[in-house]
């Protein structure tokens, strides 16, 4: 049957794709070159990009009240990707903050047409997502439970169901399904027609026709640009250029690395079928077998994502408009093979074109925006992943929040383009990692997968002899870290295709290295942490760092401060640990994925004229932590110096030797809350000094360790991590660290102004511990993160992070605690006692576990040898 169709369709090649949209604004066809307005010499803002991303900025910005902008277009509005997408609008999402945007471009496309006049093409068709097996099953539980608390519609329902809602589906297969009854499809480049004339009326000037060639900028800000039809002066520039953003970027005076390539993305068109399909058919997706089905024109429109893309466009921006690319029928195969066995009463169908359109993927999945690191004021929106039209509507608002407050309304920190380092925008890079990326879209994500393209990117100079000791390794930032540590004898090919949603494979193995650490001594190798040193030839390092950082850094020599570095409102921009090293020099410890927002954030922050000295020692230093009790035996044998509490005492940094190294900075902190060391070891000597500790530490019983155990001892111990828990919207007294901060000494910093005014009025959400209770380790889906959290019967948060804790025998999340009213649903004051007060669920793929709320002093430890059921937690009677 399918070589039937296929003749049908190579019958077909000559008929009309895609139709222009009646009514706007397009160049004749005769060859003349349409009369061009002439550019304004100077805005305030220059959008680059006419499709559904920039269009969308302008329609935003103009509605904050920003009016003085200009959005340039190289060839005609939405003539780019945004021409070609397949119009789904689809609020199945795994991450809250891309729910959010598909969310609210749901509702604002709904409203578009009766704001602007242009018809959208909107119907609300809703989705129905397929499961052929029961972890995709659980996986739409996972992201069912989301939605529902979002208030968001949605139901699982039987194969039956689906059969009910679309008769022309095949069910013989399928295990469940997940149905979204308010998703909707749309005309994407209707849609940005319709945002460019609304953003028209509010005053923003567009032009079409017209080249930026480079972005000029002055003192490290935007200044203007330069066009192929003059120069614009501007103090922003915003780049949603899509798959030529990453040509732009580079184009720069000061280049911009925008990590993201094209691929092709193919589906086809049919003919309407006999009996016509309604246009409000539910739109069908069906990841397992790798396709999605929408209805169009009384036929249907479907296409997918194969497990072998092809990228294109790998330099060059080669076309000012994109057309339809070169068809591959074979390359199609797959997918239109599975269309028919999900639909085989299409199989004589006759199909109008199979339309080859390129398609921006980044290297997580996972869009780009925000401002660039390296020049104020540039700010980018591009890489969708396939999914522009979803979150083209929340992207845009968003962004202009971000261009207009300086921050948006919501954490948009998995989004923002200081995750990525220049590291990850090599073309070979990017080009082999989108070619994993977009099978991806539809394969099984289960908790902790690893990509597995352009990694061994950075190391530590421990990785192969790491390597060759069982470790197995996940990616941060580019750089790779031991997870565990696979003993002799283990099935390693088990434990590599470990997926899943419950008990994993290396339970046992890292419950191991746990036990290592709270009984004898473990080496983790944390070289990835960032660290940059900050110095000055004055007092001017400690003025400077005073006010940018929540606690007193003004302590003697050799001192470590935990400390925030907050924004204006309060939140963690960073959570890190600063040595006092001289008068003069701060040693700054941050997390692995906060080196260039980190960067950046200081560098911002900091005085103009500043004589500070701020340097990236990331690469010059290996970290190695030794966790346990007997780490105090090993490092005072190796360095002939008394190590216990009364000549070493917590949160105290010495410059010493180990083994024959000299210069080791050696630091009485964990980051678990066990007792050990941190050791930072110039990379010459690492080999020298791992070597040393492994062999003075066998007859302590040492061994090597990962960072899931490190998870497992952190979470227990209900320490926060920044990027997990702690974001921008997090502030000290909302986790309980309002000891680290300095409000009662009289310095300023910044976010100081925002935490007394919450200190007075008291804060609307609690850091809080749940231990699950009745929770099967062995046979319930495990806790990962982003599970609902239930206060009495209604929803209250969620949880940031989770762990299995061994000594306590029973799973611990970690979350924040909301009081929403019942009938508003605004947000009231959280204090302890609402807290200690209530019934607890956790709710996981949809079942619901109890479980207690704590909450205690971080310093509060348990000791390993009680038994789980004598526990008993102290409440934290916290201001």
């Known amino acids: 049957m399918f070589l039937r169709l296929l003749a ?101 496309y709904q409203q578009l047409e009766q704001e602007t006049g242009i018809k959208t093409g909107y119907v609300r068709t809703g989705s129905i997502s397929l499961a052929q097996t029961q972890d995709r099953l659980i996986s739409l539980k996972r992201i069912a439970s989301r939605l529902k608390v979002m208030g968001i519609p949605c139901e699982l329902i039987p194969p039956k169901k689906v059969a009910q809602l679309h008769p022309l589906i095949n069910i013989h297969d399928l295990v469940g399904a997940m149905h979204v009854p308010e998703d909707a499809v749309v005309s994407s480049a209707d849609v940005s027609l319709a945002l460019a004339r609304a953003a028209s009326v509010n005053g923003v000037q567009i032009h079409e026709r017209t080249s930026v060639i480079h972005v000029v900028g002055q003192k490290g800000c935007v200044a203007g640009v330069e066009t192929d039809r003059g120069a614009i002066e501007c103090q922003y520039f915003v780049n949603c250029a899509g798959q030529w953003a990453y040509e732009l970027g580079l184009s720069n005076e000061e280049p911009v690395s925008i990590p993201l390539h094209a691929c092709e ?52 921006r080669n076309q000012l408009e994109i057309q339809n690319l070169q ?33 921006s993927f980044t290297p997580d999945m996972r869009c780009i925006m925000g401002e660039c690191p390296n020049v104020q004021s540039y700010f980018v929106l ?60 539809y394969d099984l994500k289960v908790p902790r997968w690893d990509f597995q393209t352009g990694r061994q990117l950075r190391t530590s100079p421990l990785y192969d002899r790491l390597d060759a000791q069982g470790a197995r390794w996940m990616e941060k930032h580019g750089f790779e870290r031991a997870k565990y540590f696979v003993p002799p004898g283990k099935d390693l090919l088990d434990l590599d295709q470990s997926k899943t949603f419950y008990k994993p494979d290396w339970f046992d193995i890292v419950g191991a290295e746990v036990k290592c650490c709270k009984e004898a001594v473990c080496v983790i190798d944390m070289s990835s942490f960032t660290k940059f040193e900050i110095s000055s030839t004055g007092e001017q390092a400690l003025e400077v760092l005073q006010y940018l950082f929540s606690n007193d850094l003004d302590v003697p020599v050799g001192h470590i401060v935990h400390t925030g570095m907050l924004n204006h409102n309060g939140g963690y921009e960073n959570d890190c640990s600063i040595v006092r090293l001289n008068k003069r020099s701060f040693f700054m410890i941050s997390p692995t994925d906060q080196q260039i927002h980190c960067w950046a954030w200081l560098k911002k922050h900091m005085p103009a004229d500043s004589n500070l000295l701020l340097e990236d020692v990331t690469w010059k230093y290996t970290a190695l932590n030794l966790i346990g009790p007997r780490a105090v035996d090993v490092l005072s044998e190796l360095s002939y110096a008394p190590m216990t509490p009364e000549h070493f005492p917590s949160l105290f940094c010495k410059e010493m030797s180990v083994g024959y190294a000299n210069g080791i900075r050696v630091m009485s902190m964990t ?46 111990k209900f320490f926060a991590f920044w990027g997990q828990d702690l974001d921008a919207f997090t502030t000290p007294l909302e986790c309980g660290r309002e000891f680290q901060v300095k409000l009662e000494k009289g310095t300023d910093f910044i976010g100081r102004e925002a935490l007394m005014h919450q200190k007075q009025e008291g804060v609307y959400k609690r850091f809080t511990m749940f231990i699950l209770d009745d929770h099967d380790t062995d046979l319930d889906p495990w806790p990962w993160w982003g599970e609902p959290i239930y206060r009495n019967g209604h929803y209250a948060g969620q949880t940031t992070s989770s762990a299995y804790s061994y000594t306590l025998e029973r799973h611990v999340c970690l ?45 509060s430890l348990f000791t390993p040898r009680r038994r789980k059921d004598e526990m008993e937690f102290s409440g934290y009677q916290g201001k």
């Open 8 to 108: 049908d369709v190579r019958w077909q090649r000559g008929s009309p794709g895609w139709r222009i949209v009646p009514g706007s604004r397009r160049s004749s066809t005769s060859g003349a070159e349409p009369h061009l307005v002439p550019l304004p010499t100077h805005a305030q803002v220059v959008i680059c990009g006419g499709g559904i991303m920039g269009t969308s900025v302008a329609y935003h910005l103009s509605k904050l009240g920003w009016k003085d902008i200009v959005l340039l277009e190289q060839g005609r509005l939405a003539a780019g990707s945004t021409r070609f997408c397949a119009g789904i609008v689809s609020t199945a999402r795994h991450l809250s903050i891309e729910l959010k945007m598909a969310d609210y471009s749901n509702k604002l």
């Open 265 to 316: 993305h193919f589906y086809v068109l049919t003919r309407p079928l006999k009996s016509p399909l309604e246009s409000n058919m539910p739109t069908i997706v069906d990841p397992d077998g790798r396709i999605y089905i929408r209805s169009w024109q009384g036929g249907i429109l479907s296409g997918g994502f194969e497990k072998n893309p092809k990228p294109i466009f790998t330099e060059g």
């Open 327 to 359: 068809e591959d029928w074979d390359h199609f195969e797959p997918l239109l093979s599975g269309l028919l066995r999900r639909m085989p009463g299409l199989e004589a169908l006759e199909i109008i074109q199979l339309v080859n359109c390129p398609e």
């Open 382 to 441: 591009a890489g969708m992943n396939s999914a522009g039209t979803s979150f083209g509507g929340g992207a845009g608002k968003y962004l202009a929040e971000w261009m207009v407050n300086g921050y948006p309304s919501d954490n948009v920190w998995p989004l923002d383009l200081k995750r990525f380092g220049t590291l990850q925008s090599s073309r070979t890079f990017l080009r082999h990692r989108v070619m994993e990326v977009m099978p991806l879209i």
């Open 671 to 716: 980051h678990t809350g066990e007792p050990g060391f941190m050791l930072y070891i110039p990379i010459e000597y690492a080999l020298h000094v791992y070597n040393e500790v492994m062999s003075v530490g066998q007859k302590y019983g040492i061994r090597n360790s990962g960072y899931y155990a490190l998870r497992s001892l952190r979470i227990e």
């Open 815 to 859: 979350g924040f605690v909301h009081n929403p009213d019942p009938g508003t649903g605004e947000e009231q004051l959280v204090t302890p006692d609402f807290v200690n007060r209530g019934e607890y669920e956790i709710e996981i793929a949809g079942q619901r576990f109890q479980a207690k709320a704590k909450l205690y002093p971080f310093s």
